[in-house]
């Protein structure tokens, strides 16, 4: 499958954290290890400070999708959790890396906990790392 062409779906229905050295949080089709998801991973604090790091870009936040594992660094201009909504909107780079459009809206279906939880957990991520790399509008 191409990588311009990857699916993902429009409903979201599992999400899960993990602060095992580097937090991360994520979202997916379902709980199945093998369905679609987003990863947001926060920026690691000593990738913040080593110039190799800044050099490529790699000094903000991280976003993996599944399967396969594109991975982008920075990228997200717009996040906005409202309701039984998640809406990004994205770099063109960062879409064609991780194969989704630039404005991509998933339906939410959590609990009322579960959505609290994906707003802290996106915006702790979101607002790690680069100042320049977070986004403008990041509603929670």
Known sequence: MGNAHQFAPSTLRFVGEEDDGVYVIAVSETNDPESWSLALMECDEEAAEDPQEIALGWDTYCLVVDPGQATHYGGVVQ???????????LTGEAARTLALPTDVSFDLQLTADQVSLLKRGVTRVLTSGRRNARPTLLHS
């Open 79 to 89: 996040c906005e959790v409202a309701g039984t909504q998640l809406r990004l909107t």
